[in-house]
């Protein structure tokens, strides 16, 4: 299984006065969703960075496709699009449980740093850990 | 003068345990400086609504260059990329204003959509308003 | 049962530069808490929302005693303090679930009102489903 | 001049599907309000925590009396409402600027602490400044 599933409840606080998510929040969202990819793989990000090992994100993409409205269920879907030497690009669809649609798809680039920032190639125990979920593009 | 600019004080909500501002929060900087563009340009988004005219995003691209502090003071340089039959890009650069170093770039598009999420229209008063505005890509 | 009990992870966007879940998030773990308890209880806040009842805050009170930690799991706790003729007040207390440490208690107070901001009493049917549920003070 | 003023003008980010500003967010105008307060009496709070002074929050009190709308422009009123030997107690009324009408008001309550949270008593120079602010209850 290389997709990992995350749900989410949508909140007053995720919503806007269109009464959608508001769509910075997505970003959260995949955040939630990378972090539990990793956990369910044995990784645990607070570890890394205690490892001195740190993903800032370099780059995000999103696509709106269709609202989220409040107190839905949301499905984060979220995968490794590619693994580099130094970086990692996730890829997420958010999709409402219940329907099954697909409500927003992007991506986010992260090089790995050491705490001032320098780029570093990607521990060996994680790139093994971390392989097998790549799942390359459709 | 095509490009608007908004100063932005970075405060400890903006950040994260990184010590620098989250990267969800540039979309929150982006809308101020569209919507501030627009004021700039006599147009209220909040009428734009009233008249039954809504922007809401399908897709948003960041470039994190380099990351902003706490407490520092941000300019939100804001530009119409592009104005189409029905909808309107935006490009943003948020710079630190004591350094004037550029610390990320993004698009956001909106299709212009009636309050059932229908597209419309530019509407003539604000196709007007907003042309002499656009700044092609350098 | 009267205590409602909700798992929640904090993420980097939860946290600030201090390292700990910063102090406005707490009212939005508030909000997830009442929410599921009124859901356990059978009472989805979209569909009162629906019928026309809603229930903006007119108080919060907060202590913080302890910080939150990035990955930390918390239990949001959260039971009714007092259910008025027009009005209700929900208890929190944000524990750590693996120490069990108390990190944030707090109350909040909710008129029942209509789509105008007007004052009306407890539905009926709410009222017989959340009586049972209020637990007074020690 | 005892009690600082800042403006903040309301956007989408700020409101959640009610159409007003979501009730933690106040929290925020807080930290806007106490934190400018304190530039104004020639205090940068960024150079406190530089030598080694914190002001975490213990306890936060709001009274919400009026909704804010989206594209309001609000004044946050800030004052010191009590100094301590080791705490600091803000005061907070966020008004509308065009009705000048009340719409939350708030405290907060801070220890003075040092990097492992311990307590310390406020700098001698930092009560010196602070001292002529305080503006005790009406």
Redesign the interface.
Known sequence: MTVHELEF?V???D??????V???????LF??GR?ELMRGAGV???DLEEEGV?L??????????S?AH??DLLVIKTWIAALGRASITFAYDVVNRDTAKSLVRGT?KHPFVNKS?KPVAVPPRLRGVLTPLVRPAA
């Not at 919503?15 to 959608?20: E, K, L, Q, Y």
């Not at 800032?56 to 496709?65: C, F, G, S, T």
Request: avoid cysteine; hydrophobic fraction near 35%.
């Open positions: 409840r909140s007053y606080a919503t806007d006065r269109m009464g959608v508001y769509y910075a929040n997505y970003l959260i955040e939630r972090t645990r990000y607070r740190f800032p994100a370099v780059e995000a993409n999103l696509r709106y496709l609202p409040y107190d986010t920032w």
